[in-house]
Structures are given as C-alpha cells and as structure tokens.
Nanobody, 125 residues
Framework: QVQLVESGGGLVQPGGSLRLSCAAS????????MGWYRQAPGKQRELVAT?????????TYADSVKGRFTISRDNAKNTVYLQMNSLKPEDTAVYYC?????????????????WGQGTQVTVSS
C-alpha cells in the first residue's frame, strides 16, 4: 500500500507565504508525477500544480497561481513541495497531494494513482 502524507497547511494573512510538503511512502517502484489540487467549499477540486520527472522535468500551473506558487520535488525522498507566496483569500481551500506511480504486483508493473488526506489552507486577516 502507498501513503501520501501532507503537512504545512495553516492560517496565514493575505500576502503571506506557506510551504506544503507531501511525502509518499510504501510499496513504490517509481513515481511518474506528483501534484497538488485544491477544493474550496462548494467548489469542485481543481488542479494547482504538477511536476513530472524522467528524461526531463515538466511543470504545470493553474493560471490563478502562476508567478505566486512554485512546485518542486525531491526524488530521493519521494516528496513534493508547494511554495505558496502572495497568498490571497481566494486561495483558501483544502489542498490535496496526488501521485501517479508504478508498483510491482506479482512481478508486473501496475500504474496507480493515489491521493493524500488533504491539508487546510486558510488565508484571512
């Protein structure tokens, strides 16, 4: 089994910063991509940022966070980070970590997708 454990959420004033972390552990052969999604009350879950690795690293950001958020990854630790700067009240949401990874099951590579439990980010004065 695989676990994604997020940390770093909390309450911050507008204009402030937070850094989220997500560590993946368990039976993992390799991780193709990790990312962050968020869900505000009454809204659908939306993509915030993703990062892939392999031959080259690619990044994807939602338009609403470009220039303010930065995603990064420590492959040795199976950990992804989200540095959030210039936070706005509309960034308030539960932030979820996601991982696309490969597990070896009965000698066969299996592609799986996992979610973390979520961490609350509240931006308010």
């Amino acid at each position: 089994q695989v676990q994604l454990v997020e940390s770093g959420g909390g309450l911050v004033q507008p204009g402030g910063s937070l850094r989220l972390s997500c560590a993946a552990s368990g039976s993992i052969f390799s991780i193709n991509a990790m990312g962050w999604y968020r869900q505000a009350p009454g809204k659908q879950r939306e993509l915030v940022a993703t990062i892939t690795s392999g031959g080259s690293t690619t990044y994807t950001y939602a338009d609403s966070v470009k220039g303010r958020f930065t995603i990064s990854r420590d492959n040795a630790k199976n950990t992804v980070y989200l540095q959030m700067n210039s936070l706005k009240p509309e960034d308030t949401a539960v932030y979820y970590c996601n991982a696309d990874l490969i597990q070896i099951v009965a000698g066969t590579r299996k592609f799986r997708n996992y979610w973390g439990q979520g961490t609350q980010v509240t931006v308010s004065s």
